[in-house]
């Protein structure tokens, strides 16, 4: 229950520093992509707990990537769910190659704080 309370709170966390980087102008776009992989890890941990931290890093990345390279898909419907604020911070909108890095960058650095968290 104690690393489920953690991962809920790391989440609310993310999600609040995340949205506050988009009104801030000196920080970079690519940050929000970082925290939002980072907050899909504390997600995806919250709930499959019982799994190996190191499964959902991977899984993490691989739905971050894959939602990123789904922004080069034009269906008129997911187009028009993106240009929704729902639709846009989950799905963004159009592909960046630096965003690969950003998740990349993100899911690394809130393994590292997880694994920390579970040792102690």
Request: charged share 15%.
């Amino acid at each position: 229950m104690k690393q489920r309370l953690f991962y809920l709170i790391a989440i609310i966390v993310l999600i609040v520093i995340g949205l506050s980087s988009r009104k801030i102008s000196f920080i970079p776009a690519e940050t929000g992509d970082g925290l939002w992989a980072m907050a899909l890890l504390c997600f995806l941990r919250f709930i499959f707990i019982k799994n190996k931290l190191e499964n959902i890093a991977i899984i993490t990345l691989a739905i971050s990537f894959a939602v990123e390279f789904s922004q080069l898909i034009r269906w008129e419907w997911l187009t028009a769910f993106r240009s929704t604020f729902i639709g846009h911070m989950l799905l963004g909108q159009g592909f960046v190659w630096w965003d690969l890095l950003a998740y990349t960058i993100g899911v690394a650095v809130m393994y590292l704080v997880a694994k920390a968290y579970e040792r102690r």
